[in-house]
């Protein structure tokens, strides 16, 4: 059973490199030698990882008003979600496949959006953000801290705050490393 999950997530993972940009390099480290073995030794990428990256595909589509990207990235994330066991995540992307308009489309993600809060809070490496103008439900999940609003798009791409996976300042306000403000 695990071989046929593993062999189903590979071929998912192929399947999103090749439809959404999808770069194994950006999520999973390539190969290691371990100590005393001359065997590389690949490190896995679990099928929560795969599901949050499907999902950082829709909301990079959403913040960049995209409704038909959105949508194809959500046909993905509702097969691996379902491969994963995942049927909630599933259950909460399919409404997007339908939204006639971004603002539909946005609004289902919400909904996912609280799935994926969810799964991240067991994964290394994820912030919660949150847009204060859209209330406490306006939250998505990035891997990095640079902001992209799914919810505003290009109105206000990099509106919001970090609320949950590194400091709770604005991202947008905070000066890089070794600067000033």
Avoid: H
Wanted: glycine share 8%; proline share 6%; hydrophobic share 45%.
């Amino acid at each position: 059973m695990m071989k046929k999950l593993i062999i189903a997530f590979s071929i998912a993972a192929g399947a999103l490199t090749a439809t959404q940009g999808f770069s194994a390099a950006a999520c999973c480290p390539g190969p290691t030698a371990r100590p005393g073995n001359a065997e590389p030794v690949r490190a896995q990428t679990s099928p929560a990882r795969l599901v949050l990256a499907s999902y950082e595909k829709v909301s990079a589509a959403l913040a960049a008003d995209n409704l038909a990207d959105a949508r194809s990235a959500s046909r993905t994330l509702v097969v691996l979600g379902e491969m994963a066991a995942l049927e909630e995540i599933s259950k909460t992307a399919r409404p997007i496949l339908q939204a006639g308009d971004l603002e539909k489309a946005r609004e289902a993600f919400k909904k996912v959006s609280a799935e994926a809060v969810k799964l991240a809070s067991k994964e290394d490496g994820f912030y919660v953000m949150n847009c204060p103008t859209g209330g406490k439900e306006a939250v998505w999940v990035q891997s990095n801290r640079e902001i992209r609003n799914p919810y505003n798009g290009a109105k206000a791409l990099e509106c919001g705050i970090i609320i949950q996976g590194g400091e709770t300042a604005s991202a947008t306000q905070a000066p890089a490393p070794g600067r000033s403000s």
